[in-house]
């Protein structure tokens, strides 16, 4: 069987299909089901899963043009001309450009147009065209062990720690196939056994600031790799400390899942240390932040909201900024619900009175950043320095909020 991709997929007859799925596989419910399903059969014997599980939701990856291209144009067209209409709540990651603003913001004609067309073709599969990676702070919030095909490496790591719903770290592709059948095959972090955290972090070195949970990430990340931490010593977090330190880890190494003793839910309901696990001793950060700071102290511009802000990260930076005036450029990204209800509450006029901007849709990464020419960029985002260096070609300042703001105030890195 080729799928419109051109590859070839294996046949499979060692997952259990009920009948219904069996009638789906065997093409009797229509072209676009029985190709969804096949992906997922296939992705199913690649990792022996036994069977599917129905889903509760599914987030969508692969939405910038920048990503994607005309050979991801291409391949969702294909979709929509066969009438593909998803059957699980489904919602979408950021886009290439903000979708109301991209004239003002300087993104250019022809890639606006192509980027427009692709969240038109997902809205016509009936997904929300939410154009973010914080769904859950805007409606697509699941609820304790919930099985989810969501991809999106922050929001998976999320949905897994700190609401302890179960998904594995799907990509593109095989998240569409889960949101047409409405299920996604069982392995992986749909299994009780594989959430047991198989590297325990000891961490006595000072965890003070909202930057130094992103900074622990990257060391805990590179340790683990592909495994499931487990934190002991951190202090109380705040929502967004667990945002910063999984998507830390989802960039740094590959984690989708961690725990952090006595706060984060499956650490609450029981032992989540596998027997066979490794120790680890966190002393300090100051490796991480030196391989984060790749950058010269004159910084050209300031990004704050990766992942996307939410409305306490909006109110905290709209009091920093309350009043003054920014001299180096600085984007705060989100959704566009989220920048609906900061609209509502004045933080939006609060920010954009001081020349900042709470830019919606997309983020400094999936956006042509490139494009615009800077040399240094300060971030809060450990996600958003790895990603920033290595795809967007430009060298990273990473700190604190205050410092981000600082930043942005001065036009200079403050240490
Ligand atoms: Fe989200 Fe973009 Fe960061 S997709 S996690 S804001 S790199």
Not at 370 to 395: H, I, L, P
Request: proline letters at 4%.
């Amino acid at each position: 069987m080729i799928i419109p991709d051109g590859r070839e997929l294996p046949k499979s007859d060692q997952m259990k299909l009920t009948k219904e799925e069996q009638s789906i596989y065997d093409g009797e419910q229509g072209e676009v089901l029985q190709k969804a399903m096949e992906i997922l059969v296939a992705l199913g014997k690649i990792y022996d899963a036994e069977e599917l599980v129905p889903i509760r939701s599914v987030q969508i990856a692969g939405v910038s043009y920048k990503n994607l291209g005309e050979a991801g144009i291409e391949y969702l067209e294909w979709w929509v001309e066969h009438n593909a209409n998803v059957q699980a709540f489904s919602t979408l990651n950021p886009a290439g450009i903000d979708l109301g603003r991209w004239k003002e913001l300087g993104f250019k004609e022809d890639f606006s147009k192509n980027q427009h067309h692709i969240v038109d073709l997902y809205e016509k599969m009936g997904i929300v065209p939410t154009c973010t990676c914080t769904p859950y702070e805007i409606g697509n919030l699941p609820k304790f062990g919930d099985h989810l095909g969501w991809s999106e490496s922050s929001a998976v790591s999320f949905a897994n720690s700190y609401i302890g719903a179960r998904t594995n770290r799907e990509g593109g592709p095989s998240a569409l196939a889960a949101a047409l059948v409405g299920k996604t095959p069982c392995y992986g972090y749909h299994l009780d056994d594989v959430r047991k955290a198989n590297a325990v972090f000891n961490v006595s070195a000072d965890i003070s600031s909202d930057a130094d949970f992103g900074a622990l990430g990257v060391l805990a990340g590179r340790e683990t790799k592909k495994g499931v931490p487990y934190f002991k010593g951190l202090p109380a977090m705040r929502t967004f400390n667990f945002k910063q330190l999984g998507a830390s880890m989802a960039a740094s190494g590959s984690v989708a899942l961690y725990h952090v003793h006595g706060q984060s839910p499956e650490s609450r309901a029981g032992d989540m240390i596998a027997e066979d696990h490794e120790e680890f001793d966190i002393e300090g950060l100051d490796e991480a932040y030196e391989y984060l700071n790749t950058g010269g102290d004159d910084v050209d511009f300031v990004s704050m909201g990766c992942p996307h802000a939410s409305m306490e990260e909006i109110m905290i930076i709209a009091n920093m900024l309350k009043g003054r005036k920014v001299r180096s450029p600085l984007w705060i990204t989100t959704s566009q619900a989220t920048s609906c209800q900061a609209t509502a509450y004045g933080y939006k006029d609060i920010i954009e009175g001081t020349g900042a901007k709470l830019i919606s849709d997309t983020c400094m990464v999936v956006s042509p950043i490139e494009d615009f020419g800077y040399d240094t960029v300060a971030t809060n985002s450990a996600k958003g320095c790895y990603y920033m260096q290595s795809w967007c070609n430009v060298r990273t300042r990473y700190g604190s909020m205050r410092q981000c703001i600082d930043a942005a105030l001065t036009g200079r890195w403050q240490k």
